[in-house]
């Protein structure tokens, strides 16, 4: 049956008014957070205090100016109601699992690592002399001990309290896919780096996932430690050593985790998916009056075959709202302003400014 025409308009109203706000609060963030962080650098020009551009006081600029616009965010948003799921719909993960799902990390985060160095080196000819990646500079930069810290201990625990955590809280309502996807993508955009975008994306993916199968943040936020301490402060520590034999062993074991990973990708998906077909014909059997024969089934199957790797069910919060669609996710002007915002910063970086100017 379909929804009256009248109900149809207020729910994609109310759709547009709550992601539309939220991407118009990420901007509203990244805004507040760069004028914070300029300040130091301003104060020291105008005052000739030369301590303010010392890398720790940039660093901690960058940690206090995130709290800061985090807070505000929060205020920015108070208009959405809070939303979770019922205790009964929360899972714990085993060890295992984590471990697991560590793989699964590991094989996105290389795999699109080589792809976008692939594409990297195949666009290389366009690129101008004022070309650069923003993650390279600041890891690579004199005050390298700060910017590890930051990406491996403040940042993954900062970025988690906001797409893991505040906006969980907003958009988890509207269903586990709406929020995997969306949260994933403004994750991705968020970082305003090519370098970082596929990867981020597919991270945010997971983290989301975990999120929303566990109602709880320390899972994501430890994955989030461990991926970018792997990911981000190996590599350089290796770089370090004057022999290149622990390089060499480190891009075999990217290349190995990359087919273990994505191995158990699909492995847990086609497993998901075979679930999920289960629990469909189970819901239909019981719709036509065959509750019994159905639980009979399901405890029956239950003894004989292996669960997924951890199912995820998707269904919105409030019951009176289908799962939006991402047409209905994205088309609203708070999302377009920032995805055009974030991607003329990707362009303008990897392309070279200086470029632009000529």
């Known amino acids: 049956m379909e929804e009256p025409r009248m109900v149809l308009v207020l729910r994609r109203q109310e759709i547009r008014k709550t992601f539309g706000r939220v991407a118009w609060g ?29 890398d720790w006081v940039m660093w901690g600029g960058m940690l206090v100016s995130f709290l800061i616009a985090l ?37 996105f985060m290389y795999a699109a690592n080589y792809a976008t160095a692939l594409l990297t080196l195949l666009l ?3 690129r101008g002399e004022g070309a ?28 988690e309290l906001l797409f893991r955590g505040l906006l969980y809280k907003k958009l988890v309502r509207f269903g586990g896919q709406a929020y995997i996807f969306y949260s994933a993508l403004l994750f991705a955009l968020f970082h305003f780096n090519f370098a970082q975008l596929f990867y981020a994306f597919l991270l945010g993916l997971v983290f989301a996932a975990v999120m929303y199968y566990t109602g ?36 075999v074991f990217t290349l190995v985790m990359i087919v273990a990973g994505l191995s158990v990708f699909f492995v847990w998906l086609k497993s998901f998916r075979k679930e999920a077909a289960r629990r469909k014909a189970l819901a239909t059997m019981e719709a036509n009056g065959d509750a019994t024969f159905a639980a009979a089934v399901m405890r029956a199957e239950s003894k004989e075959q292996k669960q997924p790797l951890f199912y995820l069910d998707f269904p919105p919060r409030a019951e009176d709202f289908q799962a939006p669609t991402k047409k209905e996710m994205l088309s609203n002007g708070g999302f377009i302003v920032f995805a055009v915002i974030s991607v003329v910063g990707m362009i303008g970086m990897f392309f070279g400014i200086m470029r632009f100017l000529q």
């Open 26 to 54: 990420l901007m509203l963030f990244f805004i507040l957070q760069s004028i914070i962080v300029a300040i130091p650098s301003v104060v020291a020009e105008l005052a000739g205090l030369s301590f303010l551009q010392a």
């Open 216 to 251: 709880k943040i320390l899972y994501s936020i430890v994955l989030h430690v461990i991926v970018n301490f792997v990911g981000g402060a190996v590599p350089i520590i290796l770089d370090s050593f004057e022999s290149a034999v622990p390089g060499k062993v480190y891009t």
């Open 124 to 126: 290389q000819p366009l």
């Open 132 to 159: 650069s990646d923003l993650l390279e500079n600041l890891l690579g930069g004199e005050g390298k001990i700060y910017a590890l810290l930051y990406a491996v201990l403040a940042g993954p625990v900062l970025e």
């Open 71 to 107: 807070v505000i965010l929060q205020a920015f948003l108070k208009g959405l109601p809070d939303w979770g799921l019922p205790e009964d719909r929360r899972h714990r993960l085993s060890v295992k699992h984590m471990l697991l799902i560590l793989l699964v990390c590991f094989g």
